[in-house]
């Protein structure tokens, strides 16, 4: 399956109460340890919008999450001499409906990691994303978190998929399962992140190749880059460059991905690059970016613009619009606002 074939398809239960209320008296118990904390965080998202008729996110003016809701229980011990163990887990939902945001994912679809974590850096092992997704978010002035309007959720991600089969036989574009993770410390500005994982799959028709992601970063003062690299199990590759230079309030940021989907006869390699900018007007942070990726000859360019105003550190309102157009159809326009509370 090329990568058009792979964006097409993207684009054209459990009941977890029972297991919260556990997990809420499990927190709390042990919330009373002297050496442990736990912490319920989490983000509620709701909007208004319609997606790009024709294109891409279903037809119509639709109420749920624009920007993604979830629930994550994380913590850790102090084991002494510097040395905690850590856990986190994070499951994402539909406030719309209550529902688990799709069927296919696992309950714990966002994180579920137990590690150990001191001077050395921290190591994870579970499912988690992996260092390339989990590092090029820094480089979107959406940092990945608007299905109209982000450029990585348009453009970069979808053209890897970290796993084709990590979601119950279907795609997984940003997490690894059964894997290590590790974060290193930051010396002199510079710091790296890892990931693999060990085990085979048993699926029918599964690559064989050991997965890894590598990111290199570094930051000084207002500047960041990121040079990150994959490999899933089936031989797909990727490789991002990000650039970022803060100038007070205003920010400029760009983007340079290549991802490879390798097929049984031939392969298909989509490129995109993206610029893109915020602008900290108090109390309004406005965001902007412009896109074009190109999958084996065909192109696709995308504008979005939007803004946030907060209503208090924890809430904030939002809105953005975003003019796409994909391979040869004609471009379409998708706009949306909503609410957006962490706690």
Do not use: C
Request: charged residues 15%; aromatic residues 12%; positive net charge.
């Amino acid at each position: 399956m090329s990568h058009k074939s792979l964006l097409s398809t993207l684009r054209s239960t459990r009941t977890a109460a029972p297991l919260l209320t556990a997990l809420v008296s499990a927190a709390a118990a042990t919330g009373a340890m002297a050496q442990s904390n736990v912490t319920i965080s989490g983000t509620i998202d709701a909007a208004m919008y319609r997606g790009f008729d024709g294109i891409a996110i279903s037809k119509g003016t639709q109420v749920g999450s624009l920007q993604r809701s979830d629930l994550t229980f994380s913590g850790k011990e102090d084991l002494g001499g510097g040395l905690a163990t850590t856990f986190r887990l994070s499951t994402r939902f539909e406030p719309d409906t209550g529902a688990t945001e799709q069927s296919n994912k696992p309950f714990w679809y966002g994180e579920s990691t137990v590690g150990l974590k001191g001077g050395f850096g921290h190591v994870r092992i579970g499912r988690a994303m992996d260092a390339v997704t989990a590092n090029d978010w820094a480089y979107d002035p959406w940092e990945n978190f608007d299905r109209l309007a982000s450029p990585a959720w348009q453009f970069w991600h979808y053209n890897y998929a970290v796993d084709r089969r990590g979601n119950a036989g279907s795609a997984e574009y940003f997490r690894l399962n059964n894997g290590v993770f590790y974060d290193s410390p930051t010396y002199g500005g510079v710091s790296v992140s890892v990931n693999t994982s060990f085990e085979k799959s048993t699926a029918a028709g599964a690559g064989q190749a050991t997965p890894y992601g590598l990111a290199l970063k570094y930051g000084t003062g207002g500047f960041k880059t990121t040079f990150s690299s994959g490999r899933n199990a089936d031989g797909d590759t990727v490789k991002f460059l990000g650039l970022k230079q803060a100038f007070g309030d205003f920010t400029v940021m760009g983007a340079y991905d290549v991802s490879t989907y390798r097929g049984s006869v031939s392969n298909s390699t989509a490129r995109s690059a993206t610029l893109g900018a915020t602008w900290q007007l108090n109390p309004v942070l406005l965001q902007a970016s412009i896109g074009r990726m190109s999958v084996d000859g065909d192109h696709s360019q995308m504008v979005s613009l939007g803004g946030r105003y907060p209503l208090s550190k924890r809430t904030y309102l939002y809105s953005s619009v975003s003019r796409f157009k994909m391979y040869q159809k004609d471009g379409a326009t998708g706009f949306g606002a909503g609410v957006n509370h962490s706690f």
